[in-house]
């Protein structure tokens, strides 16, 4: 699933990237500059979602999906697609249940004020769940019927985080694998600027206050066992 938001520049080199037999669903998010036409003419599944946000695009090709086994990809052309059988392989062979890249940053690739807003993020997220997140990055991978059950209900930026936070207290294995993190073509619409990174970081809190009230007071997983924490 490939969220789209007037990226006409990198569509064509992301599109020619995907392996062999996967297939693309680009979700066109309201573009003016004729993404979903070209993505057609290059042979993508094409699903129009009218209701802007990253959550809204990234669940309604979810929903379009039908494969067992899906993953989600920027279609900005800074995260490669040709990751994406590495990033599937931990899912698909029953090592994990969720796989998150891990964005490994190009010179360029990441502004200075969104790279400590992730890592702030990410370290909040070993506290408060014991997984061993270092980034929550937007490539990742699981089984569809898996990310069907978990209810999910944001649709802007808190989608990816409401994902990994509901996937953790279901017990579900994640994992993190490295992938490369390219700067992207063209503007950035989200943390490419101080204000979407503002934004992200509002959506996302929200999400993280609902998991506080969520949290056993018994067990939680730390350090990849069941440990005894109070919450508080």
């Known amino acids: ?32 500059d004729g ?96 997984e061993h997140v270092k980034d929550l990055g937007p490539m990742r991978a699981a089984r569809r019927d898996g990310l069907l059950s978990l209810g999910l209900e944001d649709r802007r930026s808190g989608y990816p985080l409401e994902m990994f936070l509901k996937a953790s207290l279901d017990n579900w294995r994640i994992v993190e694998f490295p992938v490369p993190y390219a700067p992207r073509t063209g503007k950035s619409k989200v943390t490419g600027t101080v204000r979407g990174t503002i934004t992200a970081v509002l959506d996302m809190s929200a999400q993280l206050r609902a998991a506080k009230t969520l949290l056993p007071s018994g067990p939680v997983r730390m350090n990849g066992r069941r440990e005894e924490r109070t919450r508080g």
């Open 1 to 32: 699933m490939l969220p789209c938001l007037n990226e006409r520049g990198a569509l064509p080199w992301v599109l020619s990237r995907l392996p062999h037999r996967y297939r693309a669903i680009v979700v066109d998010n309201c573009s003016t």
């Open 35 to 130: 993404s979903a036409e070209l993505a057609e003419s290059l042979g993508a599944t094409v699903v129009r979602e009218d209701r802007r946000g990253f959550g809204a695009a990234a669940h309604a090709g979810l929903l379009a999906a039908t494969a067992e086994f899906v993953a989600f990809c920027d279609c900005d052309g800074s995260l490669d697609p040709a990751q994406l059988p590495a990033l599937l392989a931990p899912v698909m062979d029953g090592r994990a249940d969720l796989v998150l890249g891990s964005r490994q940053p190009q010179r360029g690739s990441w502004p200075l004020h969104a790279r400590i807003a992730n890592g702030v993020l990410a370290w909040r997220l070993r506290r408060l769940t014991g």
